[in-house]
């Protein structure tokens, strides 16, 4: 869905996907390819469980962030909205990138849970800026925008995950921003940091 009246149109959503590419080279779904991505937030934008956010300044999309109502089947359900597109797409592309493989690997057998402290609660699974808006403070507005929304939808607490990564400048972004952090696991391989912020 999103959160404005504001209809998103055909470009800002080739524009986001392209962002995404950008900022989140190693995501299964910008290993996949620009047209998945695209149809991503297509599916974002319409699904009722997910928010799509974004900031634009004179039709350049400046930043973008998925909040969803239910992260862990997101992928799953992304999948069934399009299979056969999808499908295609990620086995081709699979067959030809183990890191691809492995992803799409580990997407269909994981069975772990989020850590207990998040479980349930609403998730900002994606946010990035363009390269040339950083700084900027876009990613402070993207997260007024989805906790005024949260607020509406009279949701009180939400969470998101960062690398693991002491030099990741996004752990003390959201620290200062009034996260918790509530606990560390591993997921896919890699090791994340899990943040959860209560609403006033």
Request: glycine residues 6%; aromatic residues 10%; positive net charge.
């Amino acid at each position: 869905m999103l959160i404005s009246d504001a209809t998103i149109s055909a470009d800002e959503l080739r524009q986001i996907a392209a962002l995404h590419r950008t900022a989140l080279p190693d995501s299964i779904f910008s290993l996949c390819g620009k047209a998945v991505l695209y149809r991503y937030y297509q599916f974002v934008s319409e699904s009722p469980r997910e928010a799509l956010i974004w900031l634009t300044e004179e039709k350049q999309v400046l930043g973008a962030a998925v909040l969803s109502f239910a992260p862990e089947q997101l992928s799953k359900r992304f999948v069934r909205w399009a299979p056969v597109f999808v499908g295609i797409r990620l086995g081709s592309r699979a067959v030809l990138n183990p890191k691809l493989a492995r992803k799409v690997l580990h997407l269909a057998t994981n069975k772990a849970a989020p850590p207990s402290a998040v479980q349930g609660l609403p998730e900002i699974v994606q946010i990035f800026a363009a390269p040339h808006s950083q700084n900027r403070g876009i990613g402070t507005k993207m997260l007024n925008q989805a906790e005024q929304f949260l607020f509406q939808q009279q949701a009180r607490q939400y969470c998101l995950k960062t690398q693991a990564d002491d030099t990741n400048p996004a752990n003390g972004f959201y620290l200062k921003r009034g996260f918790e952090l509530v606990a560390e696991a591993a997921f896919g391989g890699r090791a994340y940091k899990y943040y959860l912020k209560a609403l006033g």
